[in-house]
């Protein structure tokens, strides 16, 4: 990354990038969604406390309620009850009928890099270079491997929250600090960014502006006008985005949503995350892909082979498959969760005690608040489960900005959710 000290000049991706920001810069931490309690005494050997000490993820704390019982609607998870495409599937399965079962290239197949960067060429506009893709094992992966990659001990990075949790755990695994540039919410504008809150996060240990967008939970989308200017400061200090564009596909008028890869040259400090789960309806595949700086390709794979050697190539002919073919399954998904977004459009707002619903623009979850339950959302979704045996994840598990909030997940079938919105009206009414 160029910064001026011995133990940061290993000639990083980005050349002649400058570090210093002034001393005046204003940095403010705020409270963790996920609190990192004591770590545990443990008898089988030392743990790293920052590890020991994460809390169990809240979403998991209502769906593991719901173990063992099928009766349950889960709409807490990210994910849709769509099967994944036949001719997907059937790639893969020819694949390992003809035996490719063994190492593959750390990077991903030269084959699934071309057709990767083609799809990015082409829905974005700039020229991707096969030389830019880095496959790899999910979206999540992708995190973990970029923040290995430019985290120090020490450094921090600024998400702007709320925020699916994961990142900011990460952050904290690695010793990281994780700050927060919330978004501001009113009737008027709706979920929205003050681009002042997030620079005075940064100072000169923030290695990284962590972006969502479209945004899980509130779908939130970063205007283009934001992203250039959010792009000029990153590049005038040297601090690296970590845009999360997994859902840009989800969007419900237009192809795609706005994208860093629109306006980033092949030099600029952006890596774009996106993963095969939501727009493929694969999330049980594990595949997820980043978009880079040319010279930060080595680097990364070599953080692969640290961490899990190779995708196996089974996988990664179903990804080329999805990449090449796959656009009628990309339709068929936005149309499944269109559907879900107007019934949810149409019920949830009418529900008891159910106030602040808007409309999603882009993503699949409904962001919504529960009257008389601000300070109890964990509490209230456990009893839905038991009660109601209806699964929504609670706003307290997506960061600052989310307290008070809930998420629900419309993209099921219409009558599933149907009956899902039956549920959760009539445990509302019993609150």
Not at 132 to 161: K, W
Not at 220 to 234: D, G, I, K, N, S
Not at 347 to 369: E, H, I, M, Q, W
Request: hydrophobic share 40%; glycine share 8%; net charge negative.
């Amino acid at each position: 990354m160029g910064r001026d000290d011995p133990h940061h000049s290993s000639g990083g991706a980005v050349s002649g990038l400058k570090h210093a920001v002034s001393s005046a810069t204003l940095a403010i931490e705020l409270p963790l969604s996920l609190p990192f309690r004591k770590a545990p005494a443990m008898s089988i050997g030392y743990i790293r406390p920052t590890v020991a000490g994460i809390e169990e993820q809240q979403i998991l704390a209502v769906s593991k309620l719901a173990l063992g019982d099928p009766s349950v609607i889960a709409m807490w998870y990210g994910e849709s009850d769509l099967v994944t495409d036949a001719d997907i599937r059937q790639t893969a399965i020819n694949s390992l009928n003809a035996g490719e079962t063994f190492y593959g290239h750390k990077r991903g197949l030269p084959e699934f890099q071309a057709a990767l960067a083609g799809y990015v060429t082409g829905l974005f506009g700039q020229q991707i270079t096969p030389n830019r893709i880095t496959v790899t094992q999910s979206g999540m992966s992708a995190i973990m491997l970029i923040f290995q990659t430019i985290l120090d001990p020490g450094d921090n990075a600024v998400i702007i929250s709320p925020v699916w949790p994961n990142a900011q755990s990460v952050v904290r695994a690695l010793s990281g600090t994780p700050r927060y540039a919330v978004l501001d919410n009113d009737a008027q504008r709706g979920w929205h960014l003050d681009l002042q809150k997030l620079y005075d996060q940064c100072d000169e240990r923030t290695r990284a502006i962590f972006i969502n967008t479209p945004n899980n939970p509130t779908g939130w989308v970063m205007p283009r006008e934001q992203m250039v200017e959010v792009l000029a400061f990153a590049r005038e200090r040297g601090i690296w985005i970590v845009s999360d564009e997994v859902y840009s596909r989800m969007v419900y008028d237009g192809r795609a949503a706005p994208s860093f890869l629109e306006i980033a040259q092949s030099d600029d400090p952006v890596l774009v995350v996106n993963s095969f789960s939501k727009s493929w309806a694969m999330t049980g595949w594990r595949m997820g892909w980043i978009t880079h700086p040319p010279e930060l390709g080595d680097v990364l794979g070599n953080m692969i082979e640290f961490n899990y050697s190779c995708l196996p190539t089974f996988i990664q002919r179903a990804g080329i498959q999805a990449i090449v073919e796959g656009e009628r399954a990309v339709a068929q998904i936005v149309e499944h969760c269109r559907i879900g977004r107007d019934i949810c459009n149409q019920r949830l707002p009418n529900l008891p005690k159910v106030r602040d619903y808007r409309p999603a623009s882009a993503s699949f979850y409904g962001f919504f608040r529960i009257d008389g339950t601000g300070d109890r959302t964990l509490e209230t979704c456990q009893r839905l489960v038991r009660e109601a045996k209806v699964g929504i994840a609670p706003g307290t598990a997506f960061g600052p900005g989310a307290e008070g909030w809930y998420r629900l997940c419309f993209a099921l079938s219409p009558d599933r959710l149907s009956e899902a919105f039956n549920r959760l009206e009539s445990g509302l009414a019993r609150l």
